[in-house]
């Protein structure tokens, strides 16, 4: 049995680093032996020395980490330094207020920034839940209840229907034993178990002599011996996988990181310049210093990640509608960055409904129309529809309806299968030929049964008919059916009929039937021959209707599409040829095939193949890296256990939120609360409208903090510099608390309405923006440029005017005149902010297509400005915190006039960009580019 990395030492192996024992390979008396037991089980003395030398049957569990280095991430940021640093001068400078402001800052942001963390998911605590708490354990020589913490190596334990599998098991005895593996094997039905070996080389789903840790016996009955517990086991194999992976950064915070980093290394710069500049222009030095802190204050835009956070709470929200639910912030912009998802098969892709397609009679082959467990559709022939089923489809359906163990019923509007899926699939049929199932089975009553066993491969059943005589029916694999056949029987028709079906990707059932002379009951004597074959039927988890849109959608918008799952691969190819994943005479990979491959080798198959079968979770996490070594953000879907290694490696972990574990859900970062391929592509588009939404915020942000700077360093350089009495007073625009006013207030309140804007025109389209791509681009630098510029000129024009003007009035040193002037050169910035907000609502296209009112918040966050203005200007308190002043009309009305400049020259800037755009085929201003509209 593949066991992987171990931290303790099992029985039959000599350490750590011994090839692991194929228990699946090895006869049930070898296994035994090896383990040094019987069939008796351990005796309790064996038992407590082994629990001393093994430990508890029980997961190790990650350490999380502590509040302390959560809070200190949160610190340790270029930006945040440099706020701190400012705010300590300020206040040893006496600047007490400025000082406090500025801390403030600091603190609301580390909140922010903690909070957000303090959610991330705990994947490996979740893994515990699936161990049973006790077990039925055989010792000395009597079965016992014990907690299933307390199993060893060479426990014998017994399970019944609807047990957890407590550990790693290898089968001694068992009777019609299906487990449900599919959150550990990704397989859409239960297993069938039965003790005989398997091949060594057998992948995980094909071991049918084990039974794993943390799967569900769904029938029958076993007896097995323990083979792996804790750590060594499938189960805990996994937990070792997530421990190995790492959480990455996303596109954004890497983007946002490193924006920081240039901004922070600027303000450094630019501060020390300003400094030795005030210095060589006579300021005190403890004003030079005051002067370079306002400077770090201005450029910071220290409402950012406030913005950042709130603009992605929204996609939160908008995505929920969608049934995704959003497990980490980040993760709602990365969608917005896929390049490759990564898909499994069953339910995602597919219904996980069983529905029968084919039928074939001796006569004629017939096709089923109709998905799912609604008993609609159409039989038809030679794509004719059969007004009623012919005598043979009938005798093939009815035959099909009674050797069945499954129920059908329709509950709140929906069917329902309890049972076997397999099963499940030809009541359906029989229900859609127009064979009621409950009368047949009224008409025709069971008189006996041999059960299916995985061993025989089989299931018959004795039933009365309506001329007084018996029916034997027997149903299973079709060479196990054709052995029991007569001769009449051309089992080469047959087996190339199965092929056939088989190439298709379907499950196929052979039907046969005999006059059983009025028996009562079943004896193996009795299915051994003389049987009529009826037929064949061919079934498949059939694709979701909206699966093959949403693929067309992803290859639309740039995204590829990969299929990764414990299924069979012509299952898959199959699968994938209707959804458009997968080119016919292109193979899949399977598990075996990829564990052959060197990390060079999977790399360039995994960019030239769609479709991977038989895969286990150590295969899809080499798959996953692989694509990111490529470059590309990666989103994975699963919903077991097997997946969630790859599920918290990927970039973006979406799991099931109706079929998928709690260990999936823990380790994803998207819950999907219907379970469909569909509704991640429409994630996708909400990522990519969220993203769309941060730049416009950024190109909105970023110009306010450049025209700041500039107006400082202007004033620095240029102002002239009062002096009375001896004493040198520097001249400042703006001071440290009222830049903070624009920073946190008045860019905070303009650029939030920004989150609500709809998506850009054909945002699925365009390719996805390069992973690397920079959030300071050419149109970005550009724009910020050229608007800091117009607002720092119309600012500091404003503010001189009013100055000199005021000034010719006062007595000197007197503050009123400066306090006026500043608060009109914050006015005219906020005028800028505002005119330059409706410029902001669109990359590319021009207002008049966006529409005035298509976004109301943007009428909401204006008026709330306004208000909180006019607070600002004429509220005592206001003006005793901010050094404010009131002004009159006029005033306000020429700060109005000032900012509206912004119209003409930026919408100008837009036109010269979108012809130079029509001519290149490229617009800088839309991440992944121009958009590529279908015909």
């Not at 593996?181 to 003790?195: C, R, W, Y």
């Not at 970023?702 to 107006?711: C, D, E, S, V, Y």
């Not at 004429?874 to 006029?890: D, E, H, I, T």
Request: net charge neutral.
């Amino acid at each position: 049995m593949q066991q992987g990395p171990r931290t303790r030492e099992q029985p039959g192996i000599q350490g750590s680093e011994a090839p692991p024992v194929p228990w699946h390979a090895l006869p049930p008396e070898a296994v035994l032996d090896q383990l040094d037991s019987t069939s008796e089980g351990l005796t309790e003395q064996a038992a407590r020395e082994r629990l001393a030398r093994f430990g508890p049957n029980e997961l190790k569990r990650a350490r999380s980490d502590s509040l302390w280095k959560l809070l200190w991430r949160q610190i340790n940021s270029p930006l945040i330094w440099v706020l701190i640093a400012s705010a300590v001068l300020a206040i040893a400078l006496g600047k007490v207020t400025d000082g406090l402001v500025v801390a403030a800052v600091v603190v609301l942001n580390t909140l922010i920034g903690f909070v957000q963390e303090y959610r991330a998911g705990k994947a490996i605590q979740a893994l515990g839940h699936m161990v049973p708490e006790s077990t039925t354990v055989v010792r000395d020589g009597r079965p016992v209840a014990l907690p299933a913490s307390e199993l060893v190596p060479g426990d014998v334990v017994r399970l019944a229907s609807g047990d957890l599998v407590p550990a790693d098991l290898r089968l001694l005895h068992s009777r019609n034993l299906q487990v449900e593996e599919a959150a550990l094997t990704g397989e859409s039905v239960p297993s069938s178990k039965h003790v005989t070996p398997v091949a060594r080389d057998a992948e995980l789903g094909d071991r049918t002599s084990l039974a794993f840790g943390g799967t569900l016996v769904t029938s029958g009955t076993t007896t097995a011996v323990v083979v792996a517990t804790g750590s060594a086991t499938e189960l805990g194999r996994i937990s070792h996988l997530l421990e190995q992976t790492a959480d990455l950064t996303t596109p954004l915070t890497q983007e946002l990181a490193r924006l920081g980093r240039i901004i922070t290394g600027g303000i450094v710069v630019l501060s020390t310049v300003l400094l030795g500049v005030g210095l060589l222009r006579g300021y005190t030095f403890s004003d030079a210093v005051l002067v370079s802190i306002t400077l770090a204050v201005a450029a910071i835009p220290e409402g950012l990640p406030a913005i950042v956070t709130i603009a992605l709470a929204i996609g939160v929200q908008r995505m929920a509608t969608r049934r995704a639910v959003i497990r980490k912030l980040p993760a709602v912009e990365t969608l917005g960055s896929t390049t490759v998802i990564c898909t499994d098969k069953t339910g995602t892709l597919t219904r996980n409904e069983m529905t029968v397609r084919a039928l074939w009679t001796p006569h004629a082959p017939y096709e089923l129309t109709g998905v799912g467990y609604a008993p609609a559709g159409q039989l038809l022939r030679d794509g004719q529809p059969q007004e009623a089923p012919p005598g043979d489809v009938r005798a093939l359906l009815l035959a099909g309806a009674l050797c069945n163990e499954a129920a059908l019923q329709a509950e709140e509007g929906r069917w329902r299968m309890t049972g076997d899926p397999t099963e499940g699939a030809l009541l359906v049929a029989a229900e859609k030929a127009g064979l009621g199932v409950s009368d047949l089975r009224a008409r025709h009553p069971r008189l006996d049964a041999i059960p299916f066993e995985s061993e025989q491969q089989f299931m018959a059943t004795l039933h009365a008919n309506e001329e007084d005589g018996h029916d034997l029916i027997i149903k299973g694999a079709p060479e196990v059916v054709l052995r029991r056949c007569t001769a009449e029987t051309d089992a080469d028709d047959v087996l190339a009929e199965v092929e056939r079906m088989a190439r298709q990707g379907m499950r196929v059932l052979a039907v046969a039937r005999k006059d059983a002379q009025g028996a009562t009951s079943l004896q193996a004597g009795d299915v051994e021959d003389g049987f009529t074959l009826l037929g064949l039927q061919g079934m498949i988890d059939p694709p979701r209707e909206e699966a093959v849109e949403a693929v067309k959608g992803c290859h639309t918008a740039g995204i590829r599409v990969k299929m990764m799952t414990g299924d069979h691969l012509a299952t898959a190819e199959a699968i994938g040829i209707q959804l458009g994943i997968h080119t016919p005479g292109r193979p899949g990979l399977t598990g075996a095939r990829l564990s052959e491959l060197d990390d060079a080798a999977l790399t360039r198959a995994v960019m030239d193949t769609n479709v991977f079968a038989r895969v286990a979770p150590e295969h899809k996490l080499r798959l996953v890296r692989a694509l990111q070594a490529k470059g590309h953000v990666v989103a994975m879907t699963g919903d077991g256990v097997n997946d969630a290694p790859a599920l918290k490696q990927a970039n973006i972990g979406v799991a099931m939120g109706i079929t998928g574990t709690a260990v999936s859900r823990e380790a994803s970062d998207l819950v999907l609360t219907d379970d469909n391929f569909a509704t991640i592509v429409s994630a996708v588009e909400e990522g990519r409208r969220v993203y769309d939404n941060l730049i416009k915020s950024l190109a909105f942000v970023l110009p306010t903090n450049l025209g700041l700077a500039l107006i400082l360093l202007m004033g620095v350089a240029f102002f002239p510099i009062q002096q009375a009495g001896g004493v040198h007073v520097p001249l400042m625009a703006m001071r440290p608390t009222q830049l903070l006013w624009i920073n946190l207030v008045a860019t905070v309140t303009l650029a939030l309405p920004l989150a609500f804007e709809a998506r850009e025109r054909h945002v699925m389209c365009r390719p996805p923006r390069a992973p690397d791509a920079p959030v300071l681009n050419h149109f970005v630098v550009m724009r910020t440029g050229l608007v800091a510029l117009l607002m720092a000129a119309g600012a500091i024009g404003l503010f001189l005017w009013e100055f000199s003007r005021q000034a010719g009035t006062h007595a000197a040193l007197d503050p009123a005149p400066l306090a006026e002037a500043q608060t009109m050169a914050v006015n005219t910035v906020i005028s800028f902010q505002i005119f330059y907000l409706w410029l902001c609502r669109t990359l590319s296209a021009p207002m008049r297509e966006v529409g005035l009112f298509s976004n109301r918040t943007v009428f909401v966050g204006i008026a709330t400005l306004v208000l909180l203005q006019a607070a600002f200007m004429y509220v005592p308190f206001f003006q005793r915190l901010f050094g404010s002043a009131p002004l009159s009309v006029w005033d306000i009305a020429r700060s109005v006039l000032a900012g509206a400049v912004v119209l003409p020259v930026v919408g100008l800037e837009k036109w010269l960009r979108s012809r130079s755009a029509a001519r290149s085929g490229q617009d800088e201003a839309l991440p992944g580019g121009r958009p590529r509209l279908p015909a």
